[in-house]
């Protein structure tokens, strides 16, 4: 049994003559509830056959969302903004303007019906989009998610830059990633982000890099392309 999810190579490529997945980048900021219930609505219509898969691209105002494993003493100022249970996987996190939310709606019943290796093929999409700037993701074992190192911030030092909590139902996929492009950082100060202690959060523009939300959505999707195979601009 594989334990690591760095050697999961499964191809994620759906079947052969299956649609391109459908890629929609949401103008402005989007409220987590109606997005929600998006999701909810289209992922049934994907298992029935009469949607095509859609990954969605959205920034939301700033709030936290608590997930399936979520540890009440990590909401450390319950007050600051507004709190969403959800049915994803993982524990607390923020979003917000500036964070480029992605929500991943795939039928694996085309692809490969393995959670783990499909959230391993997150990591590595995610990483290809980070290596376009020059910067090296890595994933932990022990942590789901991306790395980067911070020797400036001391021996050992590496900062969370883009998170991941799915669900699954039917084996159509939901929830997703979120990358930090330029939030306010100062934001994850209200939980503990992941429940991980001890670590710290970063962003591309923290790392000295003046990329625009237009730009990480470009290497997304060239990076999704590789990972997951063709997709085409929304038309809805």
Same mark, same amino acid.
């Given at each position: 049994m594989?334990n690591?999810?760095?050697e999961?190579?499964?191809?994620?490529?759906a079947?052969p003559? +299956?649609p391109p997945?459908?890629?929609r980048i949401?103008?402005?900021l989007?409220d987590?509830? /109606?997005?929600? *219930?998006f999701m909810?609505?289209?992922?049934?219509?994907i298992?029935?056959?009469?949607a095509a898969e859609?990954v969605?691209l959205?920034?939301? /105002?700033?709030?936290y969302?608590?997930?399936?494993s979520?540890?009440p003493?990590d909401?450390v100022e /319950?007050g600051?903004f507004p709190?969403?249970?959800t049915?994803?996987?993982?524990?607390?996190?923020y979003?917000g303007?500036?964070?480029r939310? *992605?929500y991943?709606?795939l039928?694996?019943?085309?692809? +490969?019906?393995?959670i783990?290796?499909?959230?391993a093929?997150?990591?590595r999409?995610i990483?290809?989009?980070?290596a376009?700037f020059? &910067?090296?993701g890595?994933?932990?074992?022990?942590?789901v998610?991306v790395? &980067?190192?911070?020797p400036?911030?001391?021996?050992g030092?590496e900062?969370?830059?883009?998170?991941?909590g799915?669900?699954v139902?039917?084996?159509?996929?939901?929830?997703?990633i +979120?990358?930090?492009?330029?939030?306010?950082?100062?934001h994850?100060?209200g939980?503990v982000?992941c429940?991980i202690?001890?670590?710290?959060?970063?962003? !591309?523009?923290? !790392?000295? !890099?003046p990329v625009?939300m *237009?730009?990480a959505?470009a290497a !997304?999707?060239?990076s999704?392309i590789?990972?997951?195979?063709?997709?085409v601009? +929304?038309q809805?």
């Open positions: 594989v690591d999810r760095s999961i190579e499964t191809d994620m490529h079947i003559g +299956s997945v459908e890629w949401e103008p402005g989007v987590y509830e /109606p997005a929600v *219930a909810e609505e289209r992922v049934a219509a298992a029935e056959g009469r859609l969605w959205v920034e939301h /105002p700033p709030l969302t608590a997930g399936t979520a540890d003493a909401l /319950p600051r709190v969403h249970r049915g994803r996987g993982g524990q607390y996190t979003h303007p500036g964070q939310v *992605a991943v709606m039928d694996l019943e085309r692809r +490969s019906k393995d783990r290796a499909f959230v093929a997150l990591e999409w990483i290809g989009a980070l376009s020059n &910067v090296r890595e994933r932990r074992e022990d942590r998610g790395w &980067v190192r911070r400036d911030k001391g021996d030092a900062d969370k830059i883009a998170a991941i799915i669900r139902r039917r084996w159509v996929t939901f929830h997703g +979120s990358l930090n492009v330029e939030p306010d950082l100062r994850f100060a939980i982000p429940g202690r001890g670590h710290g959060v970063t962003s !591309l523009v923290d !790392l000295g !890099l625009a *237009a730009d959505d !997304l999707k060239a999704f590789a990972v997951f195979g063709p997709c601009a +929304s809805g």
